[in-house]
């Protein structure tokens, strides 16, 4: 990722500057800056990606650069990369680059390098035209499809500088509010690190008041676990599925044949009950087409998606029936009710916020955790747990 050099950057390119939080290992190629492998100490790196205009680039499209280094007039290209030595420089870095305060946090999935995660991020941001300042954390991913179990491993071996990256965002003053968005495995240590919190703190920051979920690769009982263990209040939760998702049908084969969160059939029981009774929001993509061959990376390719990403979900704000128009041709389920406009393209199933209440209160804790399941079932004909069973110690 050797940036360009101010001579041949294109002047009408848009830019995009991030603030990159990594625990993979620097590599001594200056052209990959970080590979695959794990660092026993993360890092902070301040980096600017120019972004092609004129050129015919439809929203959600990256432009690889076809040979390096890059054409700043057709592709995508850094232009600038700064290493930071400390976290007090990352929070300085964003105070100088705030947006209303807001921070949009983006997790990005397994098979990725370096360079794939920073562009892709770059692309949401500017597509989706959000007032935020944009923080990416990158896990280390050997970005081969033979190492998904060490991709897995090393989002768990990432949990705790997560959970540190928020942690140092959610103290700063300047710092008004987080959203967190997770796509595919990315989203397992999304969880898992909010869960870390949680468990530590009684609860998730306040200052995290959105979790965007995109295809998440996790078996839904693990993530019935994982969200009751975040515990009361929550940050506002937000999935985005399909049902036509290649990648997460795979991932189910490999992982014990359970649905993968990201796959199910949100209007169908016994998910929609339980989700509706969770709060949770979940947009449904079964019907949007796009260029994505596996079907797994809907959410940054299509122009509506990124634009509801921008425009209400990364400040914290919820869907409603009032966000048909953002999904042209969309069928929207808001607590119960339908309502279709055009070709279905997507489907938003979600619930007031007194009904995600009434679906945990009362659910007394015990030491193994039984009570976590049941808010979601892999076989909808029959629970995880009965009704009449009681925990265990």
């Known amino acids: 990722m050797t940036p360009v050099t101010f001579s041949s950057r294109s002047p009408t390119a848009a830019k995009v500057e991030m603030l990159v939080a990594t625990t993979r290992l620097a590599s001594n190629n200056p052209s990959t800056l970080f590979n ?13 990606v120019s972004i092609p205009a004129g050129s015919g680039r439809k929203i959600g499209d990256v432009q690889w650069p076809a040979r390096l280094p890059p054409n700043p007039e057709t592709d995508f290209a850094v232009t600038s990369v700064n290493a930071m030595t400390s976290a007090r420089e990352g929070l300085d870095w964003f105070r100088r680059h705030g ?10 999935g397994f098979n990725n390098t370096y360079e794939d995660a920073v562009f892709r991020y770059a692309q949401i941001v500017h597509d989706s035209g959000a007032e935020v300042t944009p923080i ?7 970005a081969k499809l033979r190492d998904y179990n060490y991709d897995k491993e090393s989002t768990n071996y990432s949990r705790t500088a997560f959970e540190n990256t928020l942690r140092y965002l959610a103290r700063d003053p300047s710092v008004k509010d987080i959203t967190v968005l997770a796509h595919s495995m990315g989203t397992w240590l999304a969880m898992e690190s909010l869960r870390q919190m949680a468990i530590r703190d009684g609860r998730v920051d306040p200052k995290i008041v959105n979790v965007i979920l995109a295809s998440p690769d996790i078996d839904v009982d693990v993530f019935a676990r994982q969200f009751v263990e975040l515990n009361e209040p929550r940050p506002k939760f937000t999935i985005f599925v399909s049902q036509d998702d290649r990648a997460l049908a795979a991932s189910r084969l490999i992982s014990g044949n359970v649905d993968r969160l990201g796959r199910i059939d949100p209007a169908a029981e016994p998910y929609k009950s339980k989700l509706e009774r969770a709060g949770i929001t979940v947009v449904d993509l079964t019907k949007l087409k796009t260029t994505d061959s596996l079907n797994h990376g809907k959410f940054a390719e299509s122009p509506e998606i990124v634009q509801l990403i921008g425009g209400r979900l990364a400040k914290g704000q919820t869907l409603s029936g009032k966000d048909i128009g953002l ?6 389920l808001v607590a119960g009710t339908t309502a279709a406009v055009g070709a279905a393209a997507a489907t938003v199933a979600t619930a007031p916020t007194d009904a995600a209440n009434a679906a945990v209160t ?10 976590l399941e049941g808010i979601l079932e892999s076989e909808p004909s029959q629970p995880l747990v009965p009704e009449h069973a009681k925990p265990t110690t």
Do not use: C, N, Y
């Open 99 to 108: 947006k209303g305060g807001h921070a949009l946090v983006f997790v990005h």
């Open 136 to 142: 990416m954390f990158t896990w280390p991913s050997r």
């Open 327 to 332: 999904l042209e041709g969309a069928t929207v």
């Open 36 to 48: 695959g492998e794990r660092s026993p100490q993360p890092s902070l790196t301040d980096i600017t």
């Open 362 to 371: 009362g659910m007394s804790r015990d030491t193994d955790g039984r009570e």
